[in-house]
Every structure is written in structure tokens, then in C-alpha cells.
């Protein structure tokens, strides 16, 4: 049923970078839910671990407590509500009400209604349409540079994780282990088929990304006695490693450092950020670790050249 269409992706690459484009426009809308939702749903899951913790410590006098529970009733009750990436259904935040079908078509649905909610005419962030394109268009550049492959079979879902890692690490400082564990074992998984590296090779890209970050970490907190990253980002360079193997790994450190470097003195000027303003790391090695991954041979080939 499937093998003409399969046919015609390989056979075709117009076809196939088209095709490719269109889905990860619909997939770059549930990134929005997955950036916006995951997040809250972290959160809200630390809240109640913590609370199951000090339960013991947040007893107090019977009466006291009575009272309590009784004014806290609707916050436990909201508590209870589903929060998914599932549900609730889409809606508009200020208005509440429920998007339609057709109001949630990537790109063409924001142009259809000028950028604002049909009912309560309030304007919608101009970040949504433009995380749909930026999905479409850089797994179309991942399609395009690996046609109908499995490099692209991996490339193309690590591209759309890799986004949503981007705008979540920018928005809260955090890389969520929900998505970059299991991105590490699909490319440890991947590698039985030699889609990019030998086992080996790809076993010892991880650990030497992982371990890399990790000993910077701790040199770091040695000396300065604060924590310079987060463990998401080991884990981050761990799935580049993965990928790249130890040898192309110092070119993703040194792109990512240099990109950061020259954002961090960007903000100094522009938005009077000062020298001890946290800034997340991730983003800089998703982008750097990206394009690594598509372009690093031409790049380790013309750096030898120059050398």
C-alpha cells in the first residue's frame, strides 16, 4: 500500500523536501503546546513531590488545619484538573475559548485571522507562526542535504527536539530529561544500523560530550563556588556526541562558545545585562550541535585546508 509512495519519496527530492516540510509545519504547532505545557507540568509534579516530602513537617493544630483545607479547597480543586500535552484543548488564554479546527492550522490560520483571537480580538504572539516555519524550514534543509535516508529518519525528528529544547532553555533555563534521555537512547539505538558512526564510536562521542560539560561543571564550581550550567546540558552534548563523534565534538564547543560569547556581549550593550546575568548555554550548542551534524565534514575539511 505504502511502497508507491515510499518509491516516489526516493525517487524524488522535491518531492520528499516538500513533503518533509509540510509535516514538520504541523508538528512545529504541537512544539507550542510541547514548549508552553511541559514546562508547567514539571513544575507542577516538583510541587507535589515536595509537598508528599514535608507533609509530615506541614502539619499544624487541628483547628487551624480545618480551616485551611477549607480555603484551599478550589486550589486543590484546579490542582486535580487534567494538564497534559493532551488537554485541555486549545484555547485562547485571554478569553478562554475553545480554537476551532480551522483556527489552528500552522502559518495560514495566524495570516487568516491578522494575528489576533476571533472572539476577543486579542493579538497573538508572532512566536507561534514563526516556530512552525523555523521547523518546516530547517527539517527541509535536513531532507534536502540528506534525501530519503535513514540519516534523514534520525536528522529530522532530532531537529524538531532540538527546537523545542531552544525556546524552553530560554524561556525557564531548563533542558527537560523528557526529551533529551530519550533522544540519547534513539541515537544510541540508531547507531546498531551505523547510521552515522560504529556503536563504538557513537557509545564513546556520548560519553566524552557528557563528560566534557561535566568536568567544565565541576572545574568551575571549584573555583568559583557557583554552578556555570546545568545537567541538561551534558546530557545535550552527550546526544550531539552521539551523533558527531569525538573528533568533530571540540568543532561544537568551539562554535557554541564563540556564538555565546558574542550574544552575552550583545546583551551587555543592548539590554544593559551585566556580567553575572544567567544565560542559558543550551541553545547555543543545539544550534552549533546542528549544523555540526549537517555540515561538519565540509567544515573539518576546509579548517584543514586553511590549517
Known sequence: MFEPLLSLLEANLIFFVISVALLSLIVG?????????????????WQCDCRELLKDELKTPSKPQVETQSESQPEQQAETKTFNLAKPDSHCPSCNTPIKAWQ??????YLLLKGKCANCQTKISKRYPAIELLTAFSSAIVAYQFGFSAQSLVLIPLTWAFICLIFIDIDKMLLPDQI????????????????????MATIFGAVAGYLFLWTVYWLFKLVTGKEGMGHGDFKLLAVIGAVVGVIQLPMVILMSSIV???????????????RNTEMPFGPYLAIAGWIVMLW?????????GLM
Not at 555565546?260 to 551585566?274: H, K, N, Q, R, Y
Not at 561538519?296 to 584543514?304: A, L, V
Request: aromatic share 14%; proline share 6%; glycine share 10%.
Open 29 to 45: 504547532s504541537f512544539l507550542n503546546v510541547v514548549i508552553y505545557r511541559l514546562p508547567k507540568m514539571m513544575e507542577s509534579e
Open 104 to 109: 489552528n492550522i500552522p502559518v495560514i490560520s
Open 180 to 199: 533529551t534521555i530519550p533522544l540519547l537512547w534513539g541515537v544510541l539505538i540508531a547507531a546498531n544500523w551505523n547510521v552515522f558512526l560504529t556503536p
Open 260 to 274: 555565546g560569547a558574542i550574544v552575552g556581549i550583545g546583551l551587555m550593550f543592548t539590554s544593559g545585562a551585566g
Open 296 to 304: 561538519g565534514d565540509q567544515i573539518f575539511n576546509w579548517y584543514i
